[in-house]
């Protein structure tokens, strides 16, 4: 996992209007909360944050710095999103210590052509996240599978994935990541004609022969002497 610092403020846990004010100066209130703590409220700048993740991703280890000198080293376990102005309302983040594992999951990526490509195949990607513990700084950003070596009809699984001895995947090795399948064959539609002349000649689903009217029955009624 990548690692970067945030310079981060404390702040007092306010109500609606002093959080109304933080995200008007530019500030994205927050918490940061986690085992044997008490939590605390911070704020970190938007323009900050959004560097960071796009810089090192979410599952990044930061690092917030506040002006009195202190650190907290934090992992961000959520944040939320403004839908309609599509801004930050709050991230929640958690702490960690370097010297304790901790579980993540970390995002899979293809590298090369299957072979099976040329054969018709299609690669399809069936998992797109592992699930790992390791040390923070042990856990990697992602991991690249090669998948040039797949033919039609084959599969990589969890458990052909080598991670190494420092990261222990929880995802469970059955789990298919990357298989390359035959391309889905659609059926041909039927010729304009045939389908009208089966559509006219058909009788609906469901449908009940109507019994004769008094005007259709053959048979006569016996005139009485």
Not at 62 to 78: C, K, N, R, W, Y
């Amino acid at each position: 996992m990548q690692r970067v610092g945030i310079e981060a403020v404390r702040r007092e846990s306010g109500k609606h209007g002093k959080l109304s004010a933080l995200r008007r100066q530019g500030y994205i209130p927050g918490v940061v909360y986690g085992r044997g703590m008490t939590a605390t409220s911070v704020a970190v700048p938007v323009r900050a944050f959004e560097r960071a993740r796009r810089t090192a991703g979410d599952s990044a280890i930061i690092d917030l710095q506040f002006p009195d000198g202190a650190s907290m080293t934090t992992v961000v376990h959520e944040y939320q999103m403004n839908p309609i102005r599509d801004t930050y309302r709050h991230v929640d983040f958690l702490s960690i210590a370097l010297d304790e594992k901790l579980t993540s999951r970390v995002a899979i990526k293809p590298v090369g052509t299957p072979i099976g490509l040329k054969d018709g195949g299609v690669l399809e990607h069936s998992l797109y996240e592992l699930e790992v513990e390791a040390l923070p700084l042990d856990i990697p950003d992602f991991i690249e599978v090669d998948v040039s070596g797949l033919g039609l009809k084959h599969s990589i699984h969890v458990g052909d994935l080598n991670l190494g001895e420092k990261v222990k995947v929880l995802t469970s090795d059955a789990v298919t990541v990357f298989s390359v399948v035959a391309p889905a064959v659609e059926e041909a539609p039927a010729p304009a004609g045939e389908a009208v002349a089966a559509a006219e000649g058909a009788a609906p689903a469901g449908a009940e022969t109507a019994a004769p009217t008094a005007s259709e029955d053959t048979t006569k009624a016996t005139p009485k002497k």
